[in-house]
């Protein structure tokens, strides 16, 4: 019998998109750091074997996706402050007393101007994953408030959090308007404290809706985390979809020896 041989499989992308591909991977390792500028356009002619042609369409490429910043025939230069790590657990307490949602005060300590756009609040049938996560049945419906989460003016998140509706019915989170706090800190005050924060993060191609609300330059990948909370008894309070470029975030998770 004979063993299959392992094969490459050929990157049918076109040469600039494999360039930009490469430089991408650089910014985002740390390899070209904000600040840095790129190799001049000779050196990577020199490098990857390419027309000056070529260069500049993946030049333009990742100007579109704003890592890089600059002019054609003068030097371009990583985009300062573009990559931002994540800190998923920062965000799961309750904020402390008159402060508004930990999420908005953890970008600002890093000194970006943070702010949210609550888009809609609605009862609706959840997607698949989300009601398997609360517990819902077919027939069952759940509270949806969905924002939008920018930095510095730009959208940066898409996020759509669910709850059950025996908990949200006549509460605040049924209220077309924020919630003091978030609702990390409204769901302390009715009696469903934030216990575990399980995430499921993976990366998909945006859909339309996320095309839009986060003003993506192209069909780039982005992380999809499905985050659910559970308060006392292992009981599901919230499940939230958040939907973020792949290009420009990280997401860094910190454990400790169980």
């Known amino acids: ?20 591909a490469d430089l991408r991977d650089e910014i985002m390792s740390g390899d070209l750091e904000a600040g840095a500028n790129l190799p001049s356009t000779a050196q990577l002619k020199e490098r990857f074997d390419a027309s000056n042609a070529t260069i500049q369409k993946a030049l333009h490429i990742l100007k579109d996706e704003q890592l890089v910043v600059g002019r054609a025939g003068s030097a371009v230069t990583v985009r ?9 657990a920062a965000y799961m307490a309750p904020a402390d007393p008159g402060k508004p949602y930990r999420w908005l005060t953890e970008a600002e300590r890093h000194g970006n101007q943070a702010h949210s756009t ?23 419906t759940a509270v949806l408030r969905q924002q939008i989460l920018s930095i510095d003016g730009e959208p940066v998140e898409l996020v759509k959090s669910y709850y059950p509706l025996p908990i949200a019915r006549s509460t605040a989170i049924m209220a077309n308007r924020k919630i003091k706090g978030g609702t990390p800190t409204l769901l302390s005050q009715l009696g469903f404290p934030p216990r575990l924060s399980v995430d499921r993060v993976s990366a998909r191609v945006p859909t339309q ?38 290009h420009l975030y990280e997401l860094q998770y910190e454990f400790t020896p169980a």
Request: aromatic share 2%.
């Open 118 to 140: 609550l888009l809609d609040v609605v009862e609706t049938r959840p997607p698949a994953d989300v009601a398997s996560s609360l517990g819902l049945d077919d027939t069952e």
């Open 80 to 88: 300062e402050h573009r990559q931002r790590t994540l800190r998923p």
């Open 1 to 20: 019998m004979t063993v299959p041989t392992h094969r490459e499989s050929p990157d049918r992308r076109s040469l600039h998109e494999r360039i930009a």
């Open 209 to 246: 809706e996320q095309y839009q609300a986060l003003s993506l330059p192209s069909d780039l990948p982005v992380l999809r985390t499905l985050r659910v909370v559970y308060s006392d008894h292992d009981r599901p309070v919230e499940a939230t979809v958040m939907v973020k470029a792949g």
